[in-house]
């Protein structure tokens, strides 16, 4: 089993990273790998509502999005990580995390989690905004003892915030038995069938 995780910070190995990689050493430890893909070092070009992803389940612009879409689709598990930005995700992960969800990789009934890393504050409505992304998606999110948010200026910093590793370790702990709870139920039950999708809007 491995696990596909976005990094949406400009700083390749910084917090972000670090609590990612402390949930990935405790998948590690059941046998799930964890690949670290960084989107937040260059900058991503928005979703421009185009469409084209529809037919073709990948986007226009041929970039990491749709390397990502490749990769998504041999993996049984998602971490989305990003820094707070003004109380909101980076602008590169924002960018990414539109295309990437709205290309439609098949994540349905598959496991994820969402980190935000920062300073202060702001943790909170950063980590709320990922995890919608997981709502639409139908995704099974993870849970942990706290909301999945870690404090610090750089790695250092990030490891001295003992209740944050802490909910990192749990989060890879519970990520690892919920990853195989769900295959085995898989193996054992058929997904429940979809109903086609009804579009609704409120304009008369």
Avoid at 144 to 163: A, F, R
């Amino acid at each position: 089993m491995n696990v596909l995780a976005i990094n949406g910070s400009p700083h390749e190995k910084g917090c972000t990273y670090t609590a990612i990689s402390l949930v990935a050493e405790e998948l590690k430890k059941q046998g799930i790998e964890t690949e670290i893909v960084s989107v937040g070092v260059k900058p991503v070009q928005g979703c421009i509502a185009c469409g084209k992803c529809k037919d073709t389940g990948r986007c226009i612009f041929d970039d990491m999005v749709n390397t990502c879409l490749e990769k998504m689709e041999k993996a049984d598990g998602i971490i989305i990580g990003s820094p707070v930005y003004y109380s909101g995700i980076s602008g590169q992960m924002k960018s990414f995390l539109d295309r990437f969800f709205y290309a439609g990789p098949d994540l349905r009934f598959k496991v994820g989690l969402a980190v935000t890393s920062l300073r202060r504050s702001g943790g909170v409505d950063t980590y709320h905004q990922l995890n919608n992304f997981f709502g639409l998606a139908q995704v099974i999110t993870v849970p942990s003892v706290y909301w999945n948010v870690i404090h610090g200026t750089s790695p250092d910093e990030t490891m001295q915030d003992l209740e944050g590793v802490q909910m990192m370790r749990t989060l890879g702990q519970n990520m690892a038995w919920l990853m195989k709870a769900v295959d085995q139920a898989k193996q054992t039950s058929p997904l429940p069938e979809q109903e086609k999708r009804i579009f609704t809007n409120f304009i008369r």
